[in-house]
């Protein structure tokens, strides 16, 4: 074999590698289109799903800051339980103090009206006593008013015996002659009337009702004075 033909069968031989590569270059190529192809499915299916995610991200996004507007909400609400809660908690302690002031007030109340029943009580004895008191009283005053009228009856007829007695000394004074002595006539004959001068039996002597010498028992004892027959002119 000479040159040409070892030239002829390498050149044969790269050829045949030549085409076998070449194949094999189209295998791959193909493989590769088929492998693009996948690929952009794939991508076009992951672009969707990004989309489909964005948009679920989107959607989430929205409802993530209505669900933080809610909890802030909530939050602001909360908060306004929390000082309502403590108002109330005020207001119970409130209620409490003031039901225990509320209770103080009812044991005085209920001490204040035991004491006033006692009080009743022991007004209504001391108003029976009182009544009995009065009534003793009254006995006693109509007693003292009889014993007083009965008193009065007495002393205007001691008064009236007293008069009498009086006007029947005066008259015996009028009777009985004078005693003659040193002078030749009796102390009741040397009385003179200041006015007109009338001496002997024409001055009576009587009681002077305006001066009280003194008292026995109830009975008082008044002076002496002379009165006048003559011209009533009393001394």
Known sequence: MNELDETQSKLGQIENKFS??????????TENQEKIKDLNTENNNLKAELAEFKTKANELESSLISKEEEL??????????????S?????????????REIG???????????????????????????SEINNKLLERDTQVQELTDSLQEKEQVLETTSEH???VESELEELKPPDIGAGGFTSD??????????????IKVTEDKTKVLSYVGHIPMYAKKHVCK??????
């Open 20 to 29: 076998s590569t070449r194949t094999d270059l189209e295998k791959i190529k």
């Open 72 to 85: 802030n909400k909530a939050n602001s609400d909360l908060e306004a339980a929390k000082a309502f809660e």
């Open 87 to 99: 108002q109330l908690n005020d207001a119970n302690n409130t209620i409490s103090s003031k039901d």
């Open 104 to 130: 103080s007030l009812t044991s005085k109340v209920e001490e204040l009206t035991s004491k006033l029943t006692s009080a009743q009580g022991e007004i209504t004895q001391l108003n029976s006593q009182l």
């Open 165 to 167: 007695l009086h006007e």
């Open 189 to 202: 004959e040397r009385i003179t009337c200041p006015m007109c001068g009338a001496v002997g039996s024409n």
């Open 230 to 235: 003559k011209c009533g002119y009393e001394f």
